[in-house]
């Protein structure tokens, strides 16, 4: 059975602080898909990045930047310089490549950047 | 905007009503997912459709039905609400055809039964 553990419930910190959201996920697929959705306080899901199971590289979009590890199964989100706007729930999920595309969602992490 | 309209935005009612939700899929997306998030459960994936037929089934309670319509909007139908049913549900379509596809979720329906 597939599922997904962001162990952090909230975080909080202060604005320029780097800051690091945990994601492990567990699964028996070989093939298997790797999300990050960000729920703003407006409640939208804004999507973040894709990650597919043969892809170990690492991503870095701006100040954000995602760590995967097949070995230790964790998907990590890091924010650089965070700052006020970044303020959301933030959601890891997995989706198995079969006939059905399910995501299976973490609890979500709260992060509050404060000024 | 994701580009998948979801109607109403808000919906308050009482318990043992019934209530259809209703959602349109980005153009040309072929596959429409429903998710519950409530605070005890977070969220929870209920039904895929694809292309009119049923394709996966998550938990989503005998109360509830769904279906995808041929010009591919679906309609999710809640009966005989209970208080716990309060939650906002999102719809969300992807891309045919494409293995672990990216889901646009729409802006989501807040249900509160009363």
């Known amino acids: 059975a597939q599922k997904v553990t962001q162990a952090q419930t909230e975080i909080s910190v202060v604005e320029k602080e780097d800051v690091t959201l945990d994601c492990v996920y567990e699964?028996?697929?070989?093939?298997?898909?790797l999300f990050w959705y960000k729920q703003p306080p407006s409640g939208e899901l804004v999507f973040l990045i894709r990650?597919?199971?043969?892809?170990?590289q690492n991503e870095i979009s701006g100040r954000y930047s995602w760590n995967f590890q097949k070995s230790t199964s964790s998907f990590n989100f890091t924010i650089t310089a965070s700052q006020v706007v970044d303020s959301a729930v933030y959601f890891c999920?997995?989706?198995?490549?079969?006939?059905?595309?399910?995501?299976?969602f973490g609890q979500g992490t709260r992060l509050t950047i404060n000024p | 905007d994701s580009g998948v309209t979801q109607t109403p935005k808000h919906l308050i009612t009482a318990t043992g009503q019934r209530v259809t939700l209703r959602c349109s899929p980005r153009?040309?997306?072929?596959?429409v997912y429903w998710y519950q998030q409530s605070l005890d459960q977070g969220l929870q994936f209920l039904i895929q459709?694809?292309?009119?037929?049923?394709?996966a089934k998550g938990n989503i309670l005998e109360r509830f039905s769904a279906q995808q319509f041929p010009d591919l909007h679906s309609e999710l139908n809640l009966s005989s609400l209970e208080l716990g049913d309060s939650a906002l549900y999102f719809c969300?379509?992807?891309?045919?055809?494409?293995?672990?596809?990216?889901?646009?979720f729409g802006p989501g329906t807040r249900l509160t039964v009363t």
């Open positions: 969300a379509s992807s891309a045919p055809g494409l293995a672990g596809a990216k889901q646009y």
């Open positions: 699964t028996r697929d070989t093939t298997y898909y």
């Open positions: 990650r597919n199971s043969f892809d170990e």
């Open positions: 999920a997995l989706s198995e490549a079969g006939r059905a595309q399910k995501l299976v």
């Open positions: 153009s040309g997306d072929l596959s």
């Open positions: 459709y694809y292309n009119g037929e049923e394709r």
